[in-house]
Each structure stands twice: as structure tokens, then as C-alpha cells.
């Protein structure tokens, strides 16, 4: 599928989807409960698809109703799933059940999409083997397929969480394991997000102690109660509305953003702000006007997911922008420093990569074809790059888009996008 896109005149009102972050760990923590729960507003995606069908494979029952989700649990007790469990392209499903399957007396495979397998995940099976389980790659490079045996039992463990995936799974998982586990953090990138998981786990009663982010005690043998939960709109699907409204000078109100969450990505709002967008936040929305946006650098560690569309910004910004500290960016659905250099290059942007991110200098692009690589990011900020061009711009892999954002065309049309897809 391809997106073709023109310069817009972008004005309108939208709703955000929900949280895929938040929308994930709320059906695996669902599933581990010990009676019925409602997960509701949920994000609705190939990422969230992915997730039922492994919540469903290890025993959950999972029924649609009206609004979400209703969810079975199974009082921490997963079982050995009927065949092997394909996550696709979620690699957000992938961690958390790595440290679920641990928990089940038996044996669990795991593959996924071209994607999936290129993403490295030997820190976080390096740890579930400490706490006892029995994890190996099927091709002994660190990457799926993965095998699991468990039953992990918990007790000392180390992690490397260059993602914080791998320490979400940990801490969602090693509350059902049978002794207390201590977990030290060698390094840890992306931190709101394990705020997100912090929250669940406070919101359901789960004891650990936190000293510093530095380790963790997670106290065992503790089980999650059912809950009923309304999951709030996604910061990251956010970001390209801003960014959107931000470089063509248009103005949009987002509806269903909460400022009090913790995601990382409504640190967006504030760094559009600084550069020169004018940005009201009322109760119920955000509103965004684009104005003239200068340059300046930006830590992104804790936003790598920001990435892509901050690197548009950054083209469309007076002077000089670079987006630092995010070497992370490397390990995603694709090396989304590389690509976005590689594709920004293309239409003519004054671009040069980093080790640990991108150095921008305001560019006169050009509409052309581009190659969103099958990454959602890449796709959606490739498209929010031609709203401001004036002849056409073609973005191919546009399917991506699904993985997290089935609606992101519709939504540009509603704010008045000139765009078009092609099957």
C-alpha cells in the first residue's frame, strides 16, 4: 500500500486512539488476574491484534464487547500454548510474554515477523535463566525465534534494558514468581515507560521497592486483581499531529490526551513549544498553532519513538537541530536513525547521522518517492514531511501504518490532509 500526499492547509479537531503501551500491558495483566477483567478504550491495531492472540494462546479468554475488551484471567497461572505463538511485529507483546512464559511448566516458542526477528532480545533472556528458566534462541544469535521453558522461581538477576521492554517483563512477571527477586539495572533507556508499568503495578497492589531506578525488589508469590480500566489516548501517535500542525503552520485540537500520564512522548508538546509552536493545554484537549520553529538540541533518550517525526521538524526548523542520546533508535522495528537519514536525504534535507541519533539543518525539501520500510514511524512521519510539500510525495510500505495507527489516514483527512491511498 502506498500514501500519496500534498501540501495541506491543516486546521481541525481530532481524536488520538489509545495507548498501545498502556493498551498491551493492560491485557497481559488481565489475562494474569484472577477473575474477570474490562479493558476499555483500548487501542485497536495489528500491535494490540498481536497481543490478544498470545494472551488467547496462553490460556486467557478473551471476548469483544462493547468499548474493549473483556478478559478471563487466569489467577497467574498461563498455560502450554497449543502451537507456536507468532507476535508479528509487536515487539512491545514479544518481551512481556518472553517473562510470562517463563512462569509455565513447559515449553513456549516464539517467532514473529522479518522485523521481529532482527530485534535483539539476549539481555532479557540472559535474566529470566538467572531467576530459573530455560530460554535459548533457536538460531543462538539473540534473536527469535526464541524458546522458553520455565517455570522460573525467581531470586538475583541483572538487566541490561537498552530496552525498557525488558524490564516491564520482568516487572510484570516476577510478582506470580515464588521467591522475592532482586533486580539490578546495569542500564536503563526509555524510563517513562517503565513509569507506565510502575503505575499498573501500583494501580493493582503489587509490593516492590524501586531504589532509584538503579534496583528493584519485587517481593513474590503475590497474584493481580481483576480490574476495569479505560485506557488513555497515545502521546506517540500524538506526536505526528504536532509535529503535523507544528511545520505547516495549521492549527488542531487534540481531544483525549492526559497530561498527568506518564508516557515519555508528551514531552513532545514542550519541545514544540520551546522551538516556537504556540500550544494551549485545556481539560479535555490540546491545541497546537504552528508558528516560525527554530533549532535547538534535544535529548531523546526517554522519547525514542519521537524520533522520526522530530527529525521532519527538524528540517522545517531555522538554524540547526540535533536529536542526541538515542542509540536505541538502532534497535527498533528498524534502524530508525539510519532510515530516516537515508530518506530524509532523498528529499533533499541537509541531514547528517549521529552514533546516537541525527544533526539537521533547515532543508528545502522536495516531494518524491520514499520507502517507509515497514516501520509505522518511518511511514507516518514520511507522510506528515509531504503535507507541506507542494507537488506529490509517494510513501510506500504505507501498511505499516496499521501496527499502531489503522486510522492515521483518516484522521489526516479529517484535519483537512490532502492525502490519498494507494492498494
Known amino acids: 500500500?502506498?500514501?500519496?500526499?500534498?501540501?495541506?492547509?491543516?486546521?481541525?479537531?481530532i481524536e488520538i486512539p489509545g495507548s498501545k503501551s498502556h493498551t498491551i500491558r493492560a491485557l497481559f495483566l488481565a489475562a494474569l488476574a484472577d477473575k474477570k477483567s474490562k479493558v476499555l478504550k483500548p487501542l485497536i491495531s495489528d500491535d494490540t491484534k498481536s497481543a490478544l492472540n498470545t494472551c488467547r494462546a496462553i490460556g486467557g479468554k478473551v471476548d469483544e464487547i462493547e468499548?474493549?475488551?473483556?478478559?478471563?484471567?487466569?489467577?497467574g497461572r498461563?498455560?502450554?500454548?497449543?502451537?507456536?505463538?507468532?507476535?508479528?511485529?509487536?515487539?512491545?507483546?514479544?518481551?512481556?510474554?518472553?517473562?510470562?512464559?517463563?512462569l509455565i511448566e513447559g515449553y513456549t516458542i516464539f517467532t514473529g515477523d522479518h522485523q521481529i526477528r532482527s530485534r535483539p532480545v539476549g539481555p532479557l533472556i540472559e535474566a529470566l535463566n538467572c531467576l530459573g528458566a530455560q530460554i535459548f534462541c533457536a538460531k543462538n544469535n539473540g534473536k527469535p525465534p526464541v524458546v522458553v521453558k520455565g517455570k522460573a522461581k525467581g531470586g538475583e538477576t541483572k538487566i541490561d534494558a537498552v530496552s525498557s521492554q525488558f524490564l516491564s517483563s520482568l516487572l510484570i512477571n516476577c510478582?506470580?514468581?515464588?521467591?522475592?527477586?532482586?533486580?539490578?539495572?546495569?542500564?536503563?533507556?526509555?524510563?517513562?515507560?517503565?513509569?507506565?508499568?510502575?503505575?499498573?503495578?501500583?494501580?493493582?497492589?503489587?509490593?516492590?521497592?524501586?531504589h532509584d531506578y538503579k534496583s528493584f525488589k519485587v517481593f513474590g508469590n503475590q497474584s493481580y486483581k481483576s480490574f476495569t480500566q479505560v485506557i488513555p489516548a497515545d502521546f506517540s501517535s500524538a506526536t505526528f499531529f504536532?509535529?503535523?500542525?507544528?511545520?505547516?503552520?495549521?492549527?488542531?485540537?487534540?481531544?483525549?490526551?492526559d497530561m498527568t500520564d506518564p508516557q515519555g512522548d508528551?514531552?513532545?508538546?514542550?519541545?514544540?513549544?520551546?522551538?516556537?509552536?504556540?500550544?494551549?493545554?485545556?481539560?479535555?484537549?490540546?491545541?497546537?498553532?504552528?508558528?516560525?520553529?527554530?533549532?535547538?538540541?534535544?535529548?531523546?533518550?526517554?522519547?525514542?519513538?519521537?524520533?522520526?517525526?522530530?527529525?521532519?521538524?527538524?528540517?522545517?526548523?531555522?538554524?540547526?537541530?540535533?536529536?542526541?542520546?538515542?542509540?536505541?533508535?538502532r534497535l527498533k522495528?528498524?534502524?530508525?536513525?539510519?532510515?530516516?537519514?537515508?530518506?530524509?536525504?532523498?528529499?533533499?534535507?541537509?541531514?547528517?547521522?549521529?552514533?546516537?541519533?541525527?544533526?539537521?539543518?533547515?532543508?528545502?525539501?522536495?516531494?518524491?518517492?520514499?520507502?517507509?520500510?515497514?516501520?509505522?514511524?518511518?511511514?507516518?512521519?514520511?507522510?506528515?514531511?509531504?503535507?507541506?510539500l507542494g507537488d506529490e510525495t509517494l510513501i510506500e510500505t504505507a501498511e505499516a501504518a496499521a501496527v499502531t495507527f489503522p486510522d492515521f489516514h483518516?484522521?489526516?483527512?479529517?484535519?483537512?490532509?490532502?492525502?490519498?491511498?494507494?492498494k
Not at 500500500?1 to 479537531?13: E, L, N, P, Q
Not at 473483556?70 to 489467577?75: P, Q, R, T
Not at 483518516?410 to 494507494?422: A, D, P, S
Request: aromatic letters at 4%; a neutral charge.
Open 1 to 13: 500500500m502506498k500514501f500519496r500526499v500534498k501540501k495541506s492547509d491543516i486546521k481541525g479537531s
Open 67 to 75: 468499548g474493549g475488551y473483556s478478559v478471563e484471567g487466569l489467577n
Open 78 to 102: 498461563p498455560k502450554v500454548p497449543d502451537n507456536v505463538i507468532d507476535v508479528g511485529n509487536s515487539g512491545t507483546t514479544l518481551n512481556i510474554s518472553l517473562g510470562t512464559s517463563s
Open 175 to 210: 510478582p506470580l514468581m515464588e521467591k522475592d527477586t532482586t533486580i539490578e539495572v546495569t542500564r536503563l533507556f526509555e524510563k517513562p515507560y517503565v513509569d507506565i508499568t510502575l503505575l499498573w503495578l501500583d494501580k493493582l497492589g503489587i509490593k516492590y521497592e524501586n
Open 242 to 257: 504536532l509535529v503535523l500542525a507544528a511545520i505547516t503552520g495549521g492549527e488542531l485540537e487534540l481531544k483525549n490526551l
Open 266 to 329: 508528551k514531552l513532545v508538546i514542550k519541545i514544540l513549544e520551546e522551538m516556537g509552536s504556540e500550544i494551549r493545554i485545556k481539560k479535555e484537549s490540546i491545541i497546537v498553532k504552528g508558528k516560525k520553529l527554530t533549532g535547538r538540541e534535544i535529548d531523546m533518550n526517554s522519547i525514542p519513538d519521537a524520533l522520526p517525526a522530530m527529525a521532519v521538524a527538524g528540517c522545517f526548523a531555522e538554524g540547526t537541530t540535533k536529536l542526541l542520546n538515542v542509540p536505541q533508535a
Open 333 to 388: 522495528e528498524t534502524d530508525r536513525i539510519k532510515v530516516m537519514f537515508e530518506e530524509l536525504t532523498k528529499m533533499g534535507a541537509d541531514i547528517r547521522e549521529l552514533d546516537d541519533g541525527l544533526k539537521i539543518r533547515q532543508s528545502r525539501l522536495k516531494p518524491c518517492i520514499v520507502n517507509g520500510h515497514h516501520d509505522h514511524r518511518i511511514v507516518m512521519a514520511l507522510a506528515v514531511a509531504g503535507l507541506n
Open 410 to 422: 483518516e484522521l489526516i483527512k479529517k484535519c483537512n490532509g490532502n492525502i490519498t491511498v494507494e
